[in-house]
C-alpha cells in the first residue's frame, strides 16, 4: 500500500473513533468505506 494510502487511511481512523464515541456505526462504516474504497475489493 503507497505511503499517501496509508496516512489517508491513518486521518480516516482517528475521525472514525471519534465517530465511534457517539456509538454512530453506520457513519465509521460509510466514512471508512468512503476512505478506503480499494480495501473493500
Given at each position: 500500500?503507497?505511503?499517501?494510502?496509508?496516512?489517508?487511511?491513518?486521518?480516516g481512523?482517528?475521525?472514525?473513533?471519534?465517530?465511534?464515541?457517539?456509538?454512530?456505526?453506520?457513519?465509521?462504516?460509510?466514512?471508512?468505506?468512503?476512505?478506503?474504497?480499494?480495501?473493500?475489493?
Amino acid at each position: 500500500m503507497p505511503i499517501l494510502g496509508m496516512l489517508r487511511l491513518m486521518k480516516g481512523l482517528k475521525r472514525a473513533v471519534g465517530t465511534c464515541r457517539e456509538n454512530n456505526w453506520e457513519s465509521v462504516l460509510a466514512m471508512l468505506q468512503t476512505m478506503a474504497p480499494e480495501a473493500q475489493a
